[in-house]
């Protein structure tokens, strides 16, 4: 499980909110839907090919997840295994 403490104005450029366009902004898609869309497509996938994808989505969504964070959502990908983030609003 990974933890991220965010901004309250951040919320949108990480989870997608289903009354929005796919959770679209300024900032293109919402990190969770990044992140769904790599589980979707990259499940077996060695974790260091999935690492620079999350990275450069995060980068996007000005998201400030560490290199451990990363690597641990790409095994979740890669292995189809479940990923909960603990989110603290400042």
Known sequence: MGNISIDTKALPRLLTDGSAAQGSSRHGASYQQAFADLAATHLGEPPSRIVPLLRAAADRALLGFTSADLYEQAEAISTGRRY?????LT
Not at 84 to 88: G, M, N, Q, S, Y
């Open 84 to 88: 909960e983030l603990r989110i603290t």
